[in-house]
């Protein structure tokens, strides 16, 4: 039995010092991160995998008297990896040699969670296969036999409800009492007939090298075409044996139309479809619509879908990030608290207890970094792009943003993006800083690239169009010039720009979860991670931007740049005090915002000047944060070129358009 | 014209060597066969093929010929694995048979039927027809394209057409293969489907690229509202 050799070599079970490792495992979209903080609790830590941009989150959890690290791994569909996220979650899983795996399935959807348990099981990690959101599959009458399916797979299977906690104890439970690797004979749990099996058979005995999994997995990998084991298997073993093997391969390929690959997956589609079958009761067909799929269908129909989309964006957007966010929060912040309280005892303070003119302007001076950059960030930042991050996360945990991006796909298509481009757009709205970061989830270089290149330009984040509202809100006409203006700019540049820059179009492929009310825990928890990034990655910016300015002013550099900037700024038929508006805007794109605010306060600013300096503002330079950003993501060549195309594009169109309205005699 | 089937297997042997050169001209011998051979030297007679720089090629005449011949094989396949359900070499065998029977307009039923499919099974291009480019819809059709499904309407998937790899690998991992049930929800602005207990939003493109077998019994039936209470079932509101 040429088979026997295929057996074996399983991880070894923990031998190792340290703590016992639990990687928790799953598709997208099945609940995965809630059984992460169901199991770990508060303390997690989240950074960058070693050499990639994917993040991994680690926790720890004690049951009974042992502790465990748990790793959350990024989502997998299957272990031949497709995307980065995938690349990552397979590598933590082959080089990390988990204790134990927890794959975290959907219980609705058996029939597509199975064919990456067979192929965990194959490469012979200890798994326990959890159940998760049976509330849901219950809900559409989809009855699941966990003891039935364990006797099929010969794992532990566990039902739980993350969501709620229900069986996380029993989940606990069965941890604490798992014995042991991956089980004798686990690796060959599908067979996959003729020709496949007498191909594995003979590389197994081909396969010399030791490669931390069963052989036979290696050679499954080797047939369905991975490029990774690929290299290792020729890297490890005599060049002979390898080019054995690809001849081995080439042959058994022979046989079929479609690569191996698919043929391997319809095998394990088959057995899993068995499985289901065995294990669980279907729907029944006289299933009724859900509220939630009617709501669902509602967001999803182009009429009434667009209706629910200006809804969300009127009263998510600018009735709560707008009016109170930006206004009612921003007054008493700015207004009550540091006009009132913090700015003139801090002065105070400082001019009392240093005597140095020069260090008092750096901290409490006209751009001091308490009185302008604390001050904007706490009072005019803060309460702005927390009310953003609260609205985004709703419509984030209700499984709003699928719905748009299906609603919206073909009109990205015209610019080169896909649907999937809602998610760091909207969240540009936001902060583009983070937004650009976001741009990863595109799936080719050329949506990248497109998607940081409008965020730059036509993009306002949320601190920037809290202010503008507030400025234009007095004058209807300018502000439909100024959203009409940036509006078109989007789409004539997107549309440009899919022209020119070259690359495969994308496909849209999307899958739409369920509509779930959204929870209180995981919103405030989503927006409190994503403020404190803001604050830990972007504040740093608005002190050092205060530093600079205040630098700046101190050696004159500042005086010469708003000198050369004033022509510009003239010939855009601005007043030469806006030039300073746009140096702000360098630093940071609310601060130039900010800056036009105090103008028109001042009185010295026309309609036509507002809606020109509005305008050309959203298109000027993103900040500095979100710049280095974009040289760390695309590169510093495609950075450079974007700043260099932005900063004469957005003088132009503000010359345009003040040239137009002037020559109209437009009055605003 | 009539021609004799060796003659129309030498045609059809010939597109498919130039369709795998991507060459206009071949020789004789990588056909298999040489000057001389009684269906060569008949091809030669009728004008469908001639010699350039000791290599063949067709005339205007032959390839409309060996279109319509290769048409008719790759249809043939098609019907014989996806309604027939034939595997392996009996395909390849019964269709050499089956594509002189496709005659005189058979061939576009059968294309109807088939929902105008694009490739054979073996992943090589069939060439359009009339009834292609007039996309003409039976009532009886068993094979479509999910794009040509109305909402409601559903079935099993039959194959999955397309020549990039990376779209074939995603839609694999998400489930979505040969067998899997499917149900069009929506057609705009993108088409929604149900799969199993997954809804996927996709665009055209991979839209046309899964084609479905049609079965009566995913088109759920109209049924009187119970008790006066309207109950909603898939595909009742057509358009949502």
Redesign the interface.
């Known amino acids: 039995m040429h088979r026997h050799t295929c057996h074996g070599s399983a991880p070894p079970p923990s031998s190792r010092k340290g703590l016992k490792k639990i990687a928790l495992v799953g598709n997208p979209n099945v609940g995965k991160s809630v059984v992460f903080h169901s199991l770990t609790g508060a303390y997690v830590t989240v950074s960058n995998y070693p050499g990639t941009t994917v993040e991994i989150a680690r926790g720890k959890i004690r049951i009974g008297r042992t502790e465990y690290e748990v790793i959350d791994t990024p989502g997998m569909y299957s272990f031949i990896p497709l995307t980065e996220e995938e690349r990552v979650a397979r590598t933590v899983l082959l080089r990390e040699k988990p204790d134990l795996v927890l794959q975290i399935a959907d219980a609705k959807n058996l029939v597509r969670m199975l064919p990456l348990t067979f192929q965990l099981m194959e490469v012979g990690l200890p798994v326990i296969l959890v159940l998760n959101m049976m509330d849901e599959a219950e809900k559409i009458g989809v009855k699941v036999d966990p003891q039935r399916l364990e006797e099929l797979l010969g794992i532990p299977v566990v039902a739980t409800v993350a969501t709620t906690g229900r069986g996380i104890e029993e989940l606990k439970e069965r941890i604490r009492v798992f014995r042991g690797g991956g089980k004798e004979g686990a690796s060959s749990i599908l067979d996959y007939s003729e020709p496949v099996e007498s191909a594995l058979g003979d590389i197994c005995a081909l396969l010399k090298a030791e490669y931390g999994f069963p052989k036979r997995a290696v050679g499954l990998l080797l047939l369905q075409g991975d490029k990774e084991i690929r290299e290792q298997v020729r890297k490890e073993e005599p060049r002979d044996g390898y080019s054995r093997i690809e001849e081995l391969v080439g042959k058994t390929q022979a046989h079929f139309v479609h690569p191996l690959g698919y043929h391997i997956a319809l095998r394990r589609f088959d057995e899993a479809t068995w499985m289901v079958a065995q294990a669980s009761m279907p729907p029944s067909r006289e299933m009724r619509l859900t509220l939630s799929e009617h709501l669902s269908r509602l967001t999803m129909n182009p009429w009434t879908g667009s209706l629910i989309l200006l809804a969300v964006l009127y009263f998510g957007i600018y009735q709560f990030v707008g009016v109170f966010g930006a206004g009612v929060l921003v007054d008493f912040l700015e207004g009550r608290i540091f006009e009132g309280v913090v700015n003139p005892r801090i002065t105070a303070w400082v001019v009392r207890s240093i005597p140095y003119a020069t260090v008092q302007d750096l901290l409490v001076g006209e751009y001091g970094v308490i009185t302008l950059g604390v001050r904007y960030a706490v009072a005019l930042i803060l309460p702005i792009v927390g009310t953003f991050f609260i609205v985004f996360s709703v419509i984030e945990d209700v499984g709003y943003l699928p719905r748009l991006a299906m609603l919206i796909d073909r009109v990205l298509k015209r610019i080169g993006l896909t649907g999937r481009a809602v998610i760091p757009l909207v969240l540009g709205l936001g902060c583009d800083t983070m937004a650009t970061i976001v741009t990863r989830t595109q799936e080719t270089r050329r949506e990248r690239v497109i998607a940081t290149l409008l965020m730059a330009l036509a993009i306002p984040c949320s601190a920037q169009l809290g202010v503008i509202l507030a400025i234009l809100s007095g004058k209807p006409t300018a502000l439909v010039l100024w959203a009409g203006t940036i509006l078109l700019i989007f789409v004539l540049v997107g549309y440009l720009a899919s022209k020119l820059i070259p690359g495969e179009k994308p496909s849209f492929f999307l899958e739409i979860p369920p509509l779930r009310m959204p929870r209180l825990g995981n919103i405030l928890t989503k927006t409190l991670a994503r403020m404190e990034w803001y604050f830990m990655e972007v504040f740093p910016y608005f002190l050092l931007a205060s530093v600079l300015l205040w630098a700046g002013q101190l050696t004159g550099v500042f005086q010469a740049v708003i000198a050369a900037l004033q022509p510009l700024v003239q010939a855009i038929g601005l007043p030469p005090e806006a030039a300073v508006v746009f140096l702000f805007g360098f630093f940071r794109r609310d601060y130039g915002a900010a800056g036009l605010f105090d103008l028109q306060q001042a009185g010295l600013l026309s309609g036509v000047q507002l809606a020109v300096s509005a305008i050309t503002l959203t298109l000027f330079v993103p900040c500095i944060a979100q710049f280095l950003v974009m040289t760390r993501e695309r590169g510093l060549k495609t950075a450079f070129l974007i700043a260099l195309f932005i900063f004469p594009f957005a003088f132009t169109v503000g010359f345009t358009v003040n040239f137009a309205l002037t020559a109209l005699g437009v009055q605003i | 014209m009539e021609i004799s089937e060796p003659a129309e297997e030498v045609l059809e042997a010939l597109w498919t060597v130039l369709e795998k050169k991507n060459a206009s001209s071949t020789a004789l011998q990588d056909i298999g066969f040489k000057r001389g051979d009684r269906e060569v030297e008949e091809l030669f007679k009728l004008n469908l093929i001639r010699s350039v720089d000791g290599e063949v090629e067709f005339t205007e005449e032959g390839r409309k010929l060996a279109e319509d011949i290769v048409r008719r094989h790759r249809l043939a396949e098609r019907l014989l694995v996806d309604v027939l359900d034939l595997k392996g070499k009996l395909v390849e065998e019964t269709a050499c048979k089956f594509e002189h029977l496709l005659r005189d307009g058979v061939d576009e039923h059968i294309c109807i039927l088939l929902g105008h499919p694009k490739i054979c ?3 090589l291009p069939i060439p359009p027809g009339r009834c292609c480019e007039k996309e003409e819809e039976a009532t009886g059709r068993i094979i479509c394209p999910l794009s040509d499904l109305k909402p409601g309407e559903g079935g099993k998937i039959a194959y999955i057409y397309t020549s ?12 979505l ?4 049930p499917v149900t069009l ?2 057609r ?3 088409y ?1 489907f149900q799969a ?8 055209e ?2 839209a046309n690229s899964i084609y479905v077998r049609i079965v009566e019994g995913e088109t759920s039936p109209e049924k009187p509202p119970t008790r006066g209470r309207r ?4 595909g009742l509101r057509k ?2």
């Open positions: 099974p073996h992943g990039d790899r990376r779209k074939l690998e995603r839609l694999m991992v998400m489930g293969l040969p067998g899997s929800i929506q705009s602005p993108s929604v199993g207990q997954t809804q996927i939003a996709v665009d493109e991979i109950r909603f079932r898939f358009g949502w």
